[in-house]
């Protein structure tokens, strides 16, 4: 699944391209996870102002109203010209003046979503309990050590459930949690002040990295000038179960929590 640095890679790959664009055509294909919202010929004419993200969504502001992309599962976002006719896995085309956005998935989990606005009821149903980004100053190590102390969960839990901190996905839990020093299934309420620090830088840490590699491309993950990223090469932990750890040679043990693979070092990482 693209998590927020494949997000945000997608972004920077074709944010500063698309800006200003008219949108001449949006064709549909099969349907997604949610419905478009509006009638295609209702974007016609609209100008594309800029792209942002929230969480592992893309925000498409228009000047009268706002595209909310998501890529789902398996989904992914080509921009560009001269494509060839949409494929069976080819969802969202949307023709403008400067190329072609396209949403591929072929398990369509994604989603292109229209909302008048972020005061929207249809924008605040997806972003509205979405927590803080971590990789702005909004994330305060403070406050996030208070959200822990209030969960009752393992750590890896509360990082994927996006409220004390959004966008932490599976690969990159696993590669924070290793970086603090903190085992994965310790309850998010038993971490104290400094290791909460800790783990706090580390998500910023591994989220930069991870956007400076390219994100991480474990099976078909491409930006949208389809070029792979590359973390996957430098992680300490994830999908190395069995492998020697990088820092101490003890084997990499791994675990299903929540139906979600975790990875992780019994002596560099500590209940």
């Known amino acids: 699944m693209p998590e927020l640095p494949e997000v945000e890679v997608t972004r920077l790959s074709f944010a500063e391209k698309i800006a200003g664009a008219r949108i001449e055509l949006v064709t549909l294909g099969k349907p997604l996870r949610w419905p478009l919202g509006c ?24 000047n009268n109203g706002l595209l909310l992309m998501h890529l789902g599962m398996s989904g992914s976002v080509s921009f560009g010209a001269g494509f060839a006719p949409p494929g069976k896995h080819d969802h ?28 929207d009821p249809v924008s605040q149903k997806l972003l509205g309990k979405l927590g803080v980004e971590p990789l702005s100053e909004a994330f305060d190590a403070s406050l996030f050590h208070q959200a822990l102390r209030r969960r009752n969960m393992a750590i890896k839990q509360v990082l994927l459930g996006g409220e004390a901190v959004v966008g932490v996905g599976n690969i990159y839990a696993s590669e924070a949690l290793f970086l603090a020093g903190i085992r994965p299934t310790t309850k998010a309420r038993r971490i104290s002040k400094p290791r909460a620090v800790l783990l706090h ?31 996957q090469l430098d992680a300490m932990v994830y999908d190395r179960a069995g492998l020697l750890c990088k820092v101490c040679a003890t084997p990499i043990k791994g675990i299903r929590q929540g139906q979600r693979s975790t990875f992780y070092c019994v002596n560099c990482q500590r209940p």
């Open 39 to 62: 009638g295609p010929q209702q974007l016609q004419g609209q100008l594309i102002l800029s792209v942002r993200r929230r969480g592992k969504y893309l925000l498409l502001d228009l």
């Open 201 to 231: 830088h580390a998500i910023q840490r591994v989220l930069t990295q991870a956007v400076t590699k390219g994100g991480s491309t474990l099976r078909d993950f491409s930006n949208a000038q389809g070029e792979a990223g590359h973390f």
């Open 92 to 119: 969202f085309d949307m023709v403008t003046t400067l190329g072609t956005l396209r949403l591929h998935d072929p398990r369509r989990f994604g989603a292109v979503v229209y909302a008048s606005g972020e005061s």
